[in-house]
């Protein structure tokens, strides 16, 4: 088996119901942080981190999303005769190798861990990397490459993890651990989605994942859980105990939740007050709107 992660698979089939009407026509990965479709920033993190393959697992209605990545010859030429260069380079940067990218239906809503299945014979005998496009991250590193660089000492498989609020744990998959002060830990249970109360901490999994094919097989079982979903986070556990051991990675990084609306703003702003051609007018604006703001 090789160890390099050079593959990673964005689980691109949600109905992303929570942004209706907009997700009518729009699949959310194209809804956009100031000019970048959520989509870009986890292909940017993913390559900044080397992966060269990227896996989409979609489903009906999000051709807009396979649109994006193709060339735009036409307006290229366009941009081009123009002289408008940074929009050409900008618009350049979104190209992709033919090849890099694989497109997989997923052609039922069973779950993440499902959505993760349908690549199996894409990835073969080779660990992979998973992002959900809808957890944004802004770091000085990227998280994955951080996470790349932690797997190269550990192997294995490696979830993202973050502390959440006590009250926020039934929302996530949860950690359970015998000590986790280091940014790095094996972790010894995991579960989906804990009900109030249930919890084994506060250490919850964020959406980037680099996982050993184990979890393929795992997932090949089919077996339903929380939700009564297939869930990726179930097949993750079942290889703690063996030679696959589990670790969870605290990144260094501000998370934004993209998947509510509430994550989705809060990304806007920062976003928006991290561009330097932004940044003096939107600050301006929030603090006329928020008095007492700095
Ligand atoms: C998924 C995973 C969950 C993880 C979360 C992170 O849940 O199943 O384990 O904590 O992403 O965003 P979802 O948010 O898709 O319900």
């Known amino acids: 088996m090789n160890n390099k992660v050079t593959t990673a698979i964005f689980p691109v089939a949600g109905l992303g119901t929570r942004f209706l009407p907009a997700t009518k026509s729009v699949p959310k990965e194209i809804m956009t942080l100031v000019d970048r479709p959520l989509i870009q920033y986890a292909i940017d993190e993913a390559r900044a981190a080397g992966i060269t393959e990227f896996i989409f697992v979609t489903s009906r209605g999000k051709g807009a999303l396979e649109d994006y990545f193709d060339l735009a010859p036409n307006l290229e030429e366009e941009l081009r005769a123009k002289g408008k260069d940074d929009l050409l380079h900008a618009l350049q940067d979104t190209n992709m190798d033919s090849g890099a990218i694989a497109y997989i239906r997923q052609h039922k809503a069973l ?23 809808d957890d944004v991250i802004a770091a000085e590193k990227p998280c994955l490459k951080q996470m790349v660089e932690a797997y190269e000492e550990t192997g294995g498989n490696m979830v993202a993890a973050m502390e959440v609020a006590p009250e926020r744990t039934s929302a996530y998959g949860i950690l359970d ?52 979903e297939i869930q990726l986070t179930d097949a993750i556990a079942a290889d703690i105990g063996t030679e696959n051991k589990v670790y969870g990675y605290r990144f260094s990084g501000q998370r934004f939740d993209c998947g509510s609306k509430s994550g989705f703003l809060q990304a806007t702003v920062s976003f928006g007050l991290s561009r330097p051609e932004l940044r003096d007018d939107l600050a301006g604006y929030l603090k006329d709107l928020v008095p007492g703001l700095e």
């Open 111 to 133: 779950g993440l861990g499902h959505a993760v299945w349908c690549a199996r014979r894409l990835i073969g005998d080779q660990p992979f990397a998973v992002i959900l496009p």
């Open 177 to 228: 651990v015998e000590q986790s002060d280091s940014n790095l830990f094996e972790v010894k249970g995991m579960v989906e989605k804990p009900p109030a109360g249930q919890a084994p901490s506060n250490l919850a999994v964020i959406g980037r994942y680099i996982l050993s094919p184990s979890v393929l097989r795992n997932l090949d079982a089919k077996s339903t859980g929380a939700g009564g």
